[in-house]
């Protein structure tokens, strides 16, 4: 359950704003469109591969 303390006087959209940023860290909604569908084990490996290459290639590219 998530809660959002709220100061006295604040403003609703600032709260909501607040309520957004944990609701999508704790990544709820991308966990409910992974299971829409199913996608295999040797699919879910290869895009980590890919991922991962990606980033290395990026951190290459910084130094």
């Not at 100061?7 to 944990?22: P, Q, T, V």
């Not at 299971?35 to 490996?45: C, G, H």
């Amino acid at each position: 359950m998530i809660v959002v303390p709220i100061k006295e006087g604040e403003n609703i959209e600032r709260a909501l704003k607040k309520f957004k940023r944990k609701f999508e860290k704790t990544g709820t909604v991308k966990e409910l469109r992974s299971r829409q569908a199913f996608i295999k084990p040797s699919v879910i490996k290869r895009q980590q591969k890919m991922k991962a290459i990606y980033v290395q290639q990026l951190q290459q590219s910084e130094e």
